[in-house]
């Protein structure tokens, strides 16, 4: 059991790694919400409660990847990445709110870390498969 965990060691630092990095964004988001580019139907409200629909399925992916079920955590997990990468929509939307340094920090710390998930499970499988 406990080998299981070292082979996952680095698949569970890097959802730990996104949990982190999306703590910090959302929690930022929400107390500067009125900082943060946002569409008009957003509140602060709705941004913490999809936080605590997003995390859970990351930890879920992430669990059952470890359980050696990989090929059904990994479709979780890439949920889960796409999911962080959301935060790259404040870029898309149009406000007269300049973005601090912190801000965009934030965003780019949690997409990164999104993007290095999405990665590490698609050469976790393509380095399975012996292509």
């Known amino acids: 059991m406990i080998n299981r965990y070292k082979h996952y060691k680095t698949?569970?630092?890097?959802?730990?790694?996104?949990?982190?990095s999306s703590i910090l964004h959302y929690v930022h988001n929400v107390i500067h919400f009125d900082h943060y580019p946002e569409p008009d139907w957003l509140s602060p409200q709705l941004v913490d409660a999809f936080w605590f629909v997003m995390t859970p399925i990351g930890i879920y992916g992430l669990i059952v990847a470890v359980k050696s079920q990989m090929t059904k955590g990994r479709w979780w997990l890439y949920l889960y990445a796409l999911m962080g990468l959301l935060s790259l929509l404040h870029y898309n939307i149009e406000t007269d709110n300049i973005m601090t340094v912190t801000m965009h920090s934030l965003i780019w710390f949690q997409a990164i870390c999104a993007f290095w998930l999405i990665g590490y499970v698609t050469m976790y499988f393509k380095n399975k498969s012996g292509h």
């Open 11 to 20: 698949l569970i630092f890097i959802v730990l790694l996104n949990v982190f």
